[in-house]
């Protein structure tokens, strides 16, 4: 089984703001620092979190289609690769208190 490529385009102003893409197919994945940067999910993507070395980080999908939304998880654990986190858990609720669902 082939894994796919993904390539990282950085924003030089604001840490921590990138964007994940696969070479082999149209996954865009934005990352946010939650801590550092404003984020409100966009309910026709899809959104996944990650927590390490007690950051918190949100994965949104960019134009979701069919065909790349299994790519996901596994654009994150590179991410957590590259940032040398590898220990990061993908979760899919956010982790910060203040937006925990009350049960």
């Known amino acids: 089984m082939l894994q796919n490529v993904y390539l990282l385009t950085t924003d030089s102003h604001i ?6 893409h696969s070479r ?3 996954l865009k ?3 946010i620092c939650l801590g550092s ?6 309910p026709d993507e899809i959104q996944l979190y990650g927590t390490a070395n007690g950051v918190n980080y949100a994965f949104e999908t960019m134009g979701v289609t ?3 939304g299994l790519d996901v998880v596994e654009a994150i654990q590179w991410y ?4 040398n986190c590898p220990e990061l ?4 609720e956010d982790p910060r208190p203040d937006k925990r669902i009350a049960l």
């Open 89 to 92: 858990k993908i979760l899919t």
């Open 37 to 42: 940067e404003k984020f409100e999910r966009d």
């Open 80 to 83: 957590a690769g590259y940032i």
């Open 29 to 31: 994945l934005r990352v």
């Open 15 to 20: 840490p921590c703001r990138d964007i994940i």
């Open 66 to 68: 069919s065909n790349n």
């Open 24 to 26: 082999d197919t149209e």
